[in-house]
């Protein structure tokens, strides 16, 4: 997976809770990516990151924000969990922007 | 607004077929198209990709075909196997900038 962790890699949360979910890459890229994947969806980019503290919002951004402190860190938070945020969220890292590689997904349940 | 727009939804195929999936896109200022190949519990992983300045690339068995005018590109898998079965994600971007739009997906299945 290119050289990407993404923790946790399962979790069950309670509406109303926030939740943070971390992407670790040990390939110094520059940026790196959040995305959601959901059934009849596919990949649906919720933030990205084009350097550190550098941000900018995706498709489906509402009720989510990131943070980029590190190269190597970029953090996905989840302010007040919803039922409609159960998904499977990825993390992607890329040289260029162009060819992304991504990482092995976290399963989040909001129960 | 869907972009990238990805045909069939699921494919089944017999061992040895091809397996064609189809995307078409509006936007002509696209000029990457990559194709991910996603297996169950895994991430996408980049398959092959082309950019409009050819109308085919060839790496093993799997093929893209580029049609400008169209707005149109494929992946072609030849001499499909059990072990190709899997869910393909078509992708485009625009020049300059950093970011990818999905088509919403194909799963293919292949049969012995």
């Known amino acids: 997976d290119a050289g990407i962790t993404q923790s946790p890699r399962h979790k069950v949360t309670e509406t109303g809770t926030p939740v943070t979910l971390r992407c670790h890459q040990t390939?110094?890229?520059?940026?790196m990516y959040w995305y959601r994947q959901d059934p009849g969806h596919g990949l649906r980019l919720i933030h990205y990151?084009?350097?550190?503290?550098?941000?900018d919002k995706g498709e489906v951004s509402d009720g989510y924000s990131v943070s980029r402190s590190k190269t190597e860190d970029f953090l996905l938070t989840l302010e007040s969990a919803t039922s409609s945020q159960t998904s499977v969220y990825f993390c992607?890292?890329?040289?260029?922007?162009?060819?992304?590689?991504f990482g092995p997904g976290t399963r989040l349940t909001v129960t | 607004q869907q972009q990238v727009k990805q045909s069939p939804q699921s494919l089944i195929v017999q061992k040895g077929g091809i397996s064609i999936i189809n995307c078409a896109y509006e936007?002509?200022?696209?000029?990457?198209f990559p194709w991910y190949q996603q297996f169950p519990g895994k991430g996408p992983a980049l398959l092959i990709a082309?950019?409009?300045?050819?109308s085919e690339k060839k790496e093993g068995r799997f093929t893209i075909s580029f049609n400008k005018s169209a707005k149109q590109f494929s992946l072609h898998i030849m001499d499909s196997q059990p072990g190709d079965s899997a869910t393909y994600f078509c992708?485009?971007?625009?020049?300059?900038?950093?970011?990818?739009?999905f088509g919403t997906g194909t799963r293919l299945q292949v049969f012995p």
């Open positions: 992708a485009a971007s625009r020049r300059n900038t950093d970011k990818l739009i």
């Open positions: 992607a890292i890329s040289m260029t922007g162009a060819e992304q590689y």
């Open positions: 936007n002509t200022a696209f000029d990457y």
């Open positions: 390939e110094n890229h520059r940026y």
């Open positions: 990151s084009y350097g550190v503290k550098d941000t």
């Open positions: 082309i950019r409009p300045d050819v």
